[in-house]
């Protein structure tokens, strides 16, 4: 029988977008004009954009199809009761609440259930939650497991929950905590996916102490296909069947449907209790709209109904997962330091291995990302000590957990040749890395600074052939 080992995109291309491609030269003046903040460098300069996987997905034929039968009614719409009913059958809660993306389900939950002294542990909050839990003046606390902080270990759930970690903060203090929230899968942690056993354990843990448990699960059908791929007894059930039953052993969640629902925007806020809906609703009023759109048009509930669906299809996700690890195998079989094993959206570069000569206050994430750009038009996102660490009083950097660069894979965008590319790029730079060195941060904003500051070279020139 014929077993065949390419992975095909099991979709045709109907419509198609030109790519930029660039001189080395437009590139490094585009670098010098955005500050080496390649959040500032527009996309016409970009040849292949794995900054995120959030909002760059294509929308199937169904999808542009669903476009037209959206209902633009303020209140009560067709298309509000139609996605709603998808994000009922999916998560099994009652209350869901339309938002315009992930962060403003955030901001609504925070205000709502956060608050000074309170204090929020995940596995790993994301940088928009961690910003809005710390916004709202409560503590965002990260306790994914040991292997989950070390980007060499191998473990299939790197993204799992430290049931110990969590125990101990819920004795000493349950009171102050308005919830557990559980990222499916971890992107801050490398894209790793939780079990469904260590979302059993952390359920018990909560009931235990009577705290509610909230799923962010922006990736939460990328998640259930490493249940099924890696987890003992699931490999029989369909990603649909072990998304509802991670759904419903919490009592809440929100989406940025930007990823897993192949929209371009859109989320929601899906809660079971009957108050903390009301609260939640009338803070939607305030800053998105009414409950029944919620920041978003009829036409996008349509299409993000249609792609809530179409995520859970097997072919899709088998293709979507091992795509991911093509990219990652190859890049390892040249030597390319990784977080190991691949992530579900994303390919993660381990930047201190990388460039081991770089400490991490000198950013070594950036500076890989800024040399991907320049040699390849590839645009990758720094997930390291420019996103997550802090400049100390005395200049210097307080570093993040890991130095990472990502390269967040859009879905349904790419073709294997693409990929090609880029581990062609990724693979020249790393051939250079000796070349590469610091970089120390100018123009710092107050919060969330890595879309927004400005970089400067140590006494090197990052535009050197
Ligand atoms: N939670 C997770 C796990 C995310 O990855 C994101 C966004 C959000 C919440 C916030 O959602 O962007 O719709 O407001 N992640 C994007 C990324 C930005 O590139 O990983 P949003």
Redesign the pocket.
């Known amino acids: 029988m014929f077993k065949p080992t390419t992975i095909i995109e099991p979709f045709r291309v109907k419509v198609i977008e030109p790519l930029p491609v660039r001189t080395r030269e437009q590139r490094a003046e585009a670098l010098r004009k955005a500050k080496l903040n390649l959040f500032s460098v527009h996309a016409d300069q970009v040849t292949i954009d794995l ?5 760059t997905s294509a929308m199937s034929q169904e999808q542009w199809a669903a476009i037209m039968r959206g209902d633009e009614s303020y209140a009560g719409a067709r298309s509000f009761f139609r996605f709603s009913e998808t994000v009922k059958q999916l998560t099994g809660m009652e209350h869901i609440i339309p938002v ?7 901001r609504i939950l925070f205000t709502v259930l956060g608050g000074s002294g309170k204090v929020i542990p995940a596995n790993t909050h ?4 961690r910003a809005n839990v710390e916004a709202s003046g409560a503590e965002a606390l990260d306790l994914v497991i040991e292997e989950g902080k070390d980007p060499a270990t191998e473990h299939p759930f790197k993204g799992n929950l430290d049931v110990d970690a969590l125990t101990k903060v819920l004795s000493e203090r349950s009171k102050d905590v308005p919830m557990v929230v559980m ?6 942690g490398g894209g790793q996916p939780v079990s469904l056993e260590n979302m059993k354990q952390v359920r018990e843990i909560c009931d235990k102490f009577k705290v509610p448990l909230f799923l ?4 939460f059908a990328e998640n259930a296909w490493f249940i099924k791929l890696r987890e003992e007894g699931q490999a029989h059930r369909t990603p649909k069947e072990i998304s509802e039953e991670m759904f419903r052993l919490a009592d809440g969640a ?6 897993d629902a192949f929209g371009n ?3 929601f806020l899906s809660l079971k209790d009957d108050s903390v809906a009301g609260e939640c609703r009338n803070m939607l009023i305030l800053t998105e709209g009414f409950p029944t759109y919620g920041g978003l048009a009829g036409r996008d509930l349509e299409a993000l109904s249609v792609g809530l669906q179409e995520v859970l299809e097997e072919d899709y996700l088998e293709y979507r997962i091992r795509s991911t690890e093509y990219v990652w195998r190859h890049l390892d079989e040249a030597g390319v330091p990784l977080l190991r094993p691949a992530g579900g ?2 390919v993660y570069l381990d930047a201190r291995e990388f460039l081991p000569h770089v400490p991490p206050g000198e950013l070594p994430g950036q500076s890989i990302s800024v040399a991907m750009f320049l040699e390849g038009g590839v645009r990758a ?1 720094e997930i390291g000590t420019v996103m997550f660490g802090h400049t100390l009083p005395d200049g210097t950097q307080e570093a993040g957990p890991m130095d990472l660069v ?1 390269l ?1 894979i859009p879905r349904r965008v790419y073709t294997q040749s693409h990929m090609d590319y880029v581990i062609e790029a990724v693979s020249y730079v790393f051939e250079r890395r000796e070349q590469l060195g610091g970089l120390k941060i100018i123009d710092e904003p107050s919060a969330l600074r890595h879309f927004t500051c400005g970089f400067e070279a140590l006494g090197w020139d990052p535009f050197a052939k």
């Open positions: 900054m995120t996987d959030s909002g315009h993306q992930g962060r403003a389900a955030e994301f940088d928009t939650t990222t499916v899968t971890n992107n801050s962010d699960c922006a990736r929100w989406m940025s449907s930007k990823k925007i859109g989320g959206h994303a996102c990502r967040a």
